[in-house]
């Protein structure tokens, strides 16, 4: 069985939506980030990082979203969800995975969680 660590509005989006389009039988466990959860150490065994989401799927354990992404993606290589190798469309699929997570993640993370990036309560709402 495969479970996903997550939190809401997290990180742990695109892999949720991929072990779903995979149709991937998983368990969802939430990690409470209010609580710092990610930082306790039950989860640091499992991801040294600290950070959501982690993927746990018998002995592999699988952290940061894109490795967890490419791992869910090629666990079905019938669904095509990503290109086989020497497809030339692999290349694009590294480069929007890159993407997903470096840039429209980053930036969402400002979105939800803006008191985590300025020290002026003023700024909150802009």
């Not at 809401?8 to 368990?27: K, Q, T, V, Y």
């Not at 990610?38 to 040294?48: G, V």
């Not at 490419?70 to 993407?99: K, T």
Request: charged fraction near 15%.
């Amino acid at each position: 069985m495969i479970r996903l660590y997550y939190y809401p509005d997290n990180a742990s989006f695109a892999p949720h939506i991929l072990l779903r389009e995979a149709g991937l039988a998983h368990e969802l466990v939430l990690v409470d980030r209010k609580a710092q959860a990610q930082k306790s150490a039950e989860y640091l065994r499992l991801n040294p990082a600290g950070r959501i989401p982690t993927l746990a799927e018998g002995e592999v354990v699988v952290f940061e979203t894109p490795a967890v992404c490419i791992h869910i993606a090629e666990a079905d290589p019938a669904a095509r969800f990503i290109p086989a190798p020497g497809d030339p469309l692999r290349s694009p699929f590294f480069q929007w995975m890159a993407y997903l997570n470096n840039t429209l993640q980053a930036e969402f993370m400002i979105w939800a969680y803006p008191q985590n990036h300025t020290t002026d309560p003023h700024c909150l709402a802009a």
